[in-house]
């Protein structure tokens, strides 16, 4: 349901934050303020700020997150891995956008850029969120092939190249969070409603034309919260660093289960 | 050990109500877009808004036929939408009580159209 306060312990505005100035040296030189909570500390979050100079730094925010553990706070805590923005581990708010902090070039307009963990999420430490509910949700939906028939002899199951347009699109989700996190719908229901990461998986499966269960997947999704929380607001949409379409997925979805009922 | 998470075993009882919902959003919403143009060209093209003018263009069954359908459907879609509104918005044990409360009030609003419409083309009003 709808919160319209966070918690007390969640605010950070009036929680004075560190601040670690630039090199003297340094000319160009952009500021970030960063979330910071360490549920260790005790201390309610609060934003800390970092001075960076940009020529000795790369042009992502991610270089830029990674410059300031190496070189000014190792207690900086975020995800990262692939740094090419195929696994999605660095998912985090951004001057108030979900994205991939991998492939958000650092903006030279305006004062500073604002970074914040994906909203609506527990976090367990300053840019990290605890994910195991979306990933909870997304095994919900199956997400692989089911068949009753066993498969052909000698050979795999074929699809043709359209059957496998389908699910190029749909297969190209890297599970970052970024879509579900930026839904207001998920964030007032996202004990029960699946949210648009979870739904684009199950329309995944649901659209292709080897799996033997797309009743079953339907019926899984027949329910006024898991799917039909959606009210088309098209967050998703626009914060999808993969220029997927969830939103165009769970319409499909509404629409394979409205004909499938007459 | 089923490896099925909560929302799994949820999920193995499906609701034909929510998929009537959604569509019931859309079938009343294209009602209303097909009588709303009419009512609102009915009350632009009235010679006159006064009392007599109204109840008399209300008598003429076809047009009392056509003002329920519009007032049912906008009734219908209101309480759609409202149901939706309560599921965001009311949570805890205030829910139930509130949706009921608001469903019975639908109904109430569209019997007493009917009723009223009955009335006036019955020459009663």
């Not at chain 1, 979050?45 to 042009?59: A, K, M, Q, W, Y």
């Not at chain 2, 409360?101 to 019997?111: K, P």
Request: net charge positive; charged share 20%.
């Amino acid at each position: 349901m709808v919160q319209f306060v966070l918690p007390a312990k969640s605010r950070y505005k009036d929680q004075p934050g560190r601040h670690f100035p630039a090199p003297p040296a340094a000319i160009r030189v952009r500021r970030f303020r960063i979330y910071r909570f360490d549920p260790d500390s005790g201390r309610p979050p609060c934003i800390d700020t970092f001075d960076v100079d940009l020529d000795n730094c790369g042009p992502m925010v991610l270089d830029a997150l990674i410059k300031i553990k190496n070189e000014v706070d190792s207690t900086l805590t975020f995800r990262r891995s692939c740094r090419e923005g195929i696994c999605g581990s660095c998912a985090m708010n951004i001057d108030g956008l979900n994205t991939l902090a991998c492939t958000c070039p650092i903006q030279s307009q305006g004062a500073e850029s604002r970074i914040f963990p994906l909203p609506h999420l527990p976090v367990i430490k300053d840019l990290v969120p605890d994910l195991t509910h979306f990933y909870e949700q997304y095994a919900s939906v199956k997400p692989w092939l089911q068949t009753r028939e066993p498969a052909p002899a000698g050979r795999e199951r074929t699809q043709s190249p359209r059957d496998q347009e389908l699910v190029d699109r749909p297969s190209a989700c890297i599970l970052c969070a970024c879509c579900s996190t930026s839904c207001p719908s998920y964030w007032w229901s996202s004990e029960r409603y699946l949210g648009p990461a979870a739904l684009l998986a199950a329309y995944r499966w649901i659209v292709d034309t080897r799996d033997e269960t797309q009743g079953e997947r339907l019926d899984q999704l027949q329910d006024s919260f898991r799917l039909y929380r959606c009210h088309t607001i098209m967050h998703c949409v626009e914060a999808c660093p993969k220029d997927l379409n969830p939103a165009r997925a769970i319409a499909d979805i509404k629409r394979r289960m409205a004909s499938r009922d007459d | 050990m089923t490896g099925r998470s909560p929302h799994g075993a949820a999920a193995a009882r499906p609701d034909p109500h929510a998929t009537r919902h959604w569509r019931n959003q859309r079938l009343s919403a294209i009602a209303l877009l097909l009588l709303g143009p009419w009512f609102i060209y009915k009350l632009l093209t009235l010679p006159a808004l006064d009392y007599a003018t109204v109840t008399a263009w209300i008598a003429e069954p076809l047009q009392a036929l056509l003002l329920l359908l519009f007032a049912w459907s906008a009734l219908w879609h209101s309480a759609l939408g409202v149901q939706v509104v309560v599921d965001d918005y009311i949570g805890g044990r205030l829910h139930v009580p509130t949706a009921r409360l608001l469903q019975v009030s639908h109904w109430a609003a569209a019997i007493a159209v009917a009723w009223s419409i009955w009335i006036i083309t019955q020459g009663g009003a």
